[in-house]
Every structure is written in C-alpha cells, then in structure tokens.
C-alpha cells in the first residue's frame, strides 16, 4: 500500500490508474470500515483489469459543532494504515487540514433541509453542510467511480445520494450494513471514549431500537406511534441516557411514518448521550 498526504502526489499515484473504488473515514478504524474496504476490494476486483481501492482519512474540523468532541476524536495513522494495508487498501490519501483546506473553505455544499434539517441536523446544526462539503471535496480529488458509505450514519447515506444524484456525479453510492458487536452495539470510533460500566449499557439503544421497529404498525396510527416514540425515549432516560430522538420514519426521505407506510419501507432511528459519548443507531423495520 502507498500512503501519500498531498492533492498532487494523490493525482500522481492515480494518474494510471483513474476511476478507483473508494472508502473515504475519519479514522480510528474498525470492523464496520473493514466491511466498507472489504466491499470495495471485492467490487475493485469485479471490474475487468482490476481498478484501485483508495482509503481518505481526514478528520473534518468542519462537521465539528463548536462543542463537540473533534479534539477528543480518536486519532492513530499508523495503526489505522496498517490494518488498511492487511485488508487489500492499495493507496492511502491522509492530508493534514492544510492539504484538504489550503485556504479557507468559504465555498459549502447546503444539502436540502428538508432533509438535512431532520434529526442529526436537528440536533447538530451546520454538521451535514460539512460534511457534503468535504465529501464533495473528496469526490473531486479522488475521483472514484464508487465510494462505500455505512447504513449505520443512515441520514448521512441519503444525503450523500442526492448530492450525487443532484449534481449528476460519475460516483455510485455503494451502502454497506451496519457491523456490530455481539451484544449488538453498532460499531463506532467513539466507542472507545466509553466508561466500562457505560459500555455494558449502550447495547440498550440497538435494543431500545428492535422494541419500536417491533412495533412499526403502529404507523398507521400517528398518535399510537407518538406515545411509542415517548416510551421509547423514558426508557432510555430511566436508565441514565440523555436521548435526542428515538423515531420511526420513512426510508426514502425520513419523514414522519404515516398510514400509507408499511412495515417494510420504515427505519427506526435513534441518538442518545451516554455519559460524554453520543451515539447513534437505526434499525431497517
């Protein structure tokens, strides 16, 4: 594997062989973006010729809210480029913010906020508007023909496909599912910043999750599925989480479930804080 760190040596590695799958992260790597990079190797391979797999980690100052955790973020190049190395990464792109933001980004990718406005967006105001830009950045420096994206950041993938779609991109957006732990806590880097006893409980939220989507046909019914939603949230609560939202929604677009939608076309989406960690999860119902 080569590792470069500048726009000009990423354009140099890939000038004989363009159009490359790509794992764009933030690092501090895991299962779940060993099963990206392992579903871009297999598509690399699939492609008559073969083509390169390439890996971004960068971690974007400007998806961070002023009081969020971008300086706690965990962070180790070596032991992320080797675990990228094992699992068949053929080039490496890890700019420092002076490569990726050589002067100031004054130029932002606004996603619709209809969409981008709904929960995450809720809840992290400006966090969607960097991370479009970034991954739009991303895109015109690595120019892919393909990029994996995790359903477990679920409103970031749809956002990302429109954004594609939008611009008419030559990127297909490549889902891959959500890989977790055997308790069934999704995995995420910012696992690691949990206490052990809070640990033990963040598998509560994926089950917290199952309890409602259980209960998707309570759709069909908006004020039945208020209170399910409320419950939802107490029981977390209850048990010493400070949650955002616990929610049924549509797949498509995420907007509230209504009578016209089955079982089978929702997802349950929550986010809670457990201690200092905020973690997220959905759950396809």
Not at 84 to 94: R, T
Not at 238 to 259: K, M, Q
Request: aromatic share 6%; proline share 7%.
């Amino acid at each position: 594997m080569h590792t470069v760190h500048t726009l000009a040596a990423l354009r140099d590695a890939l000038a004989a062989r363009p159009a490359p799958m790509f794992v764009p992260t933030m690092g501090s790597l895991h299962d779940g973006h060993m099963a990206l990079l392992a579903r871009a190797r297999a598509l690399a391979d699939g492609v008559p010729g073969g083509v390169p797999v390439v890996a971004s980690i960068f971690v974007n100052r400007l998806q961070f809210g002023p009081r969020e955790d971008f300086d706690r973020y965990p962070r180790g190049l070596a032991r992320d480029a080797a675990l990228l190395e094992a699992g068949g990464c053929d080039l490496l792109f890890a700019p420092d913010e002076t490569a990726m933001y050589p002067a100031p980004q004054t130029f932002r990718i606004r996603p619709d906020p209809d969409l981008a406005g709904l929960l995450e967006g809720a809840e992290r105001p400006g966090h969607f508007e960097g991370m479009a830009t970034v991954v739009m950045k991303l895109f015109q420096m690595v120019q892919p023909r393909a990029a994996m994206f995790g359903k477990k950041d679920y409103q970031q993938l749809l956002i990302v496909r429109r954004m594609v779609a939008e611009f008419a991109m030559p990127v297909a957006i490549e889902p891959v599912e959500t890989v977790r732990e055997p308790d069934g806590l999704a995995m995420s880097s910012r696992n690691v910043n949990l206490a052990a006893a809070e640990r033990a409980e963040a598998p509560r939220l994926h089950a917290t999750l199952r309890w409602l989507a259980e209960r998707a046909e309570a759709a069909a019914d908006p004020a039945r599925l208020a209170a399910l939603e409320a419950e939802a949230m107490r029981r977390l609560g209850d048990r010493g989480w400070a949650p955002g939202y616990v929610t049924l929604r549509r797949r498509a677009d995420l907007r509230s479930a209504g009578l016209d939608d089955a079982p089978g076309s929702l997802v349950a989406l929550g986010a809670a804080r457990l201690g200092r960690v905020r973690l997220i999860d959905n759950l396809e119902c």
